[in-house]
């Protein structure tokens, strides 16, 4: 049995409806469910959505402030002023004053950029930077990707003289900055058609505005900005997006290419998966560990020398950035772990002195992955006596409303339900996390604090095809509010499962049912080899690709999490090195049993644990759902009460045996007929002198002649005197099965039939009669 940490939502399709959308729409069944998953009802709503064209794009002077804005920079332009594009230090950032340049450059603009330093100058418009800037003579700011809340520093940008244009997307606050125009799709509420645009998304409207004609050659950074800042991935978005991805896979840009090399992507298949996980991290490791201007200077870049050293430089950052939040998540993990009273916190506030700022954000995300809590880390500055840091929630936990409530210590705050960013006195640092667990006990419940997982549709293997998932392709760009789709196969069985990767920590398997098979790969789930058993039906969720080699391509199903509902048989028998199978048996949740001592003995110096010896007269205690049996029992009827006795999750078999008796067996009669008419000639027989002889003769193993000697004896058919063995030819007629040791060597022999040496078919269905499965 494994069961899953998080609660399976599985959406379950009407098959009349996916029948009707997949016929109309000559696409498969598995398109047709994401398609009704989706959100869409109708053929006509799923013909929209697969038709991505430029309807969907909107007249960039519907936003309020771009007539205004266009008219103030063509006069700068015209009087030749200094202009300055003030952007952000993250790809959305960097991709907006890349666009904003390129079209101020190509309008004879006397232009130049700045990106604040994330440690030095933080987040927005800049106060110190603002004065620099009109010190060098500048009289025109354009803000792209932030301004909205830089109230302050434009104030003081007005004061000096200078004009300020901000275009930003960001959640305005109750009081707008004194800018002299704002171009923003929200503001005022309803003005422009589609709300949702990223920064980038703002600057290319404003480039569409100023060069009176849509400019094809900068969709390229319209899609990286856009799919790495999340916005929902719907509408206008989905439009430029789609068009982005085109341009990339066919730009001759110098810098796009470097990039590909750096990530090891192809450009012809440069789709919404490379941009969300191998450029837009590489933009945004650039700022989160210094300064973010190498970021434009290498989309800017034209010759291939200079974007392939950028191109490195921004792989080496996001290289070393990986690196620190691998670090400081396991610092955090381990302060979380080493203190009982933080790990049962419904809010884990996590904070330590020198750690980098600007990846803090990860660590909190990745914190939520492992323990599914609202967390916050922070990065104490002793100096300044602050700590600054960011936040994730769960769902339940308003993060910007719960953070909201405690201004009196948190003087600075920002973000949404979701995420925010803080800084804070240091040694209120104790104090917010005690708040924040009480606030928590108020508004989550224990449904709350496990994760949901909200699955699209389940799928059947005989549904999976190359066909089937080309066709999920033309569904994409998928992105937040339109996902990627998650799907479900219940029920199927493993055919063949092995661990894979240099340091074994990843799991191919082969599944099947009755109609087909599909290959499956589990990055990061190598441990789940040691809980999964053969036989048992398994249930995955996960991701549909296609696997191409050597010009083949194959369906594979990309894990992500796994669920059996029935309990496990694993089989151990006949490992020989204890600490080769203890490796994977999971000790805390594992009791082991042993039904002799001589096993209990044996084990005690190679078992870290406590083993539990049960007998027949055992009062059995409550025993782990997972246990090991050791040996055998001395008869069934021991095992099948223990059995009846715990609600079994996984049952491991090594059935150690000192001394098996299978392959020896149990004499014939004829062999015990010849034996006892052999002893009646010799009326004194030395057995140990002359067994080896009599065993080459009569063609016996020697425990089978003591063995039958024993009989005897035991039923006073001889008696046994200084060694010698004479028979009693007075002794009463006597089954031979009513020796004790014929009726337990018989015992153990059928014992060692059924379990030992059974099949693991025929043992895992002994163990199922005998539970009820």
């Known amino acids: 049995m494994i069961q899953s940490k998080k609660v ?33 009802e109708s053929v006509e709503q799923a013909q929209q959505l697969l038709t991505v064209d430029d309807s969907q794009y909107h007249d960039p002077f519907l936003m309020a402030g771009m007539e205004e804005a266009v008219a103030r920079i063509e006069q700068a332009l015209d009087e030749g002023e200094k202009i300055v594009v003030f952007g952000d230090y993250d790809a959305d950032g960097i991709t907006s004053t890349t666009v904003l340049l390129n079209v101020l450059l190509d309008l004879g603009a006397d232009v130049d950029f700045i990106i604040p330093n994330r440690f030095i100058h933080g987040y927005g418009p800049n106060e110190e930077l603002f004065r620099e800037v009109h010190q060098k003579g500048v009289q025109l700011i354009i803000t792209v990707d932030n301004g909205i809340s830089g109230n302050d520093a434009i104030r003081v940008a007005k004061e000096l003289g200078m004009d300020v244009i901000v275009t930003d997307h960001h959640e305005p606050g109750d009081e707008l900055p004194i800018a002299d125009i704002i171009v923003h799709p929200r503001i005022p509420a309803g003005h422009y058609p589609f709300g949702e645009l990223a920064g980038v998304g703002v600057a290319f409207k404003l480039a569409h505005a100023l060069y009176g004609e849509l400019p094809d050659h900068l969709f390229e950074y319209v899609a990286i900005g856009t799919i790495a800042d999340l916005v929902p991935l719907v509408g206008e978005n989905r439009y430029l ?8 896979q066919q730009s001759p840009n110098a810098w796009v290419p470097a990039l590909c090399e750096v990530s090891s992507t192809v450009q012809r298949e440069i789709n919404e998966e490379t941009v969300g996980f191998y450029f837009g991290p590489r933009l945004n490791a650039i700022g989160r560990l210094g300064d973010a201007s190498p970021g434009v200077h290498f989309l800017m870049s034209e010759e291939r020398e200079q974007a392939n050293q950028l191109a490195k430089q921004l792989n080496d950052q996001n290289t070393e950035r990986k690196k620190i939040v691998e670090e400081l998540t396991e610092q955090a993990i381990a302060m979380i772990e080493t203190n009982p009273m933080m790990k049962d916190n419904l ?58 409530k405690n201004r009196d210590i948190l003087p600075h705050f920002g973000g949404h339900p979701m995420a925010a960013g803080m800084t804070l006195p240091m040694d209120k640092v104790d104090e917010l996390r005690e708040r924040l667990n009480v606030q928590a006990k108020a508004v989550l419940t224990e449904e709350q604090l496990i994760q949901n997982l909200q699955i699209d549709l389940p799928i059947e293997l005989s549904e999976i095809t190359v066909e089937a998932i080309e066709d999920i392709r033309r569904l994409a760009p998928f992105g937040t509010e339109f996902t990627k789709p998650l799907f479900a196969i219940r029920g199927v069985k493993v055919k063949t499962m092995r661990k894979i990767g240099s340091a074994e920590n990843h799991l191919k398997m082969e599944l099947e049912d009755a109609y087909g098979t599909l290959d499956t790969i589990g990055f990061g789930k190598g441990h789940l080899h040691d809980e999964i058993s053969y036989g048992v039906p398994i249930s995955l969720v996960g991701d549909l690709q296609i696997n191409e080699w050597q010009g083949n391509k194959k369906p594979q199903f990309m894990i992500q999490d796994v669920q059996v509902s029935q309990w496990q048989l694993f089989d151990i028998r006949g490992k020989s090195q204890t600490a080769n199978w203890l490796a994977k048996i999971p000790l805390e949740t594992t009791d082991f049993i042993a039904f002799s001592q001589q096993t209990k003995a044996h084990f005690e110096p190679l078992i870290p644990k406590s083993i539990v010896w049960i007998t027949e007269e055992s009062a059995l205690h409550e025993l782990s759902p997972n246990i090991v049996l050791l040996d055998l029992p001395s008869q069934t009827t021991v095992l099948e009460k223990l059995l009846k006795t715990i609600a079994v999750e996984r049952i491991y078999v090594h059935l150690y045996t000192a001394d098996s008796q299978y392959f020896n067996g149990m004499p014939t009669r004829d062999h015990f007929k010849w034996y006892y008419a052999f002893l009646k000639k010799r009326p004194s027989f030395d057995l140990k002198a002359h067994i080896q002889p009599l065993s080459q003769h009569i063609g016996l193993n020697v425990d089978v002649i003591k063995f039958m000697t024993k009989v005897f004896f035991e039923l006073r058919f001889v008696t046994i005197e200084n060694g010698l063995t004479t028979v009693n030819e007075n002794a009463p007629k006597t089954a031979l099965s009513e020796a004790p040791s014929y009726k337990i060597r018989s015992q153990q022999i059928e014992l060692e039939q059924k379990l030992l040496y059974a099949t693991y078919i025929e043992l895992k269905q002994w163990f199922d009669e005998r539970m009820g499965s």
Request: hydrophobic share 40%.
């Open 8 to 40: 399976w939502t599985v959406n379950e399709p009407d098959d009349q409806a996916v029948n009707k959308m997949s016929e109309a729409l000559n696409i498969s069944t598995i398109a047709s469910k994401i398609l009704l998953a989706k959100g869409c």
């Open 241 to 248: 997006v789609q068009r982005g991805l085109k341009a990339l």
């Open 347 to 404: 809010v884990l506030v996590v904070a330590q002195e020198g750690w980098n700022p600007g990846v803090v954000g990860i660590v909190a995300s990745r914190i939520v992955e492992k323990y599914y809590r609202p967390t916050i880390v922070l990065s104490l500055d002793r100096e300044k006596g602050t700590a600054k840091g960011s936040g994730r929630s769960i769902e339940g936990f308003h993060l910007f409303n719960e953070l909201a």
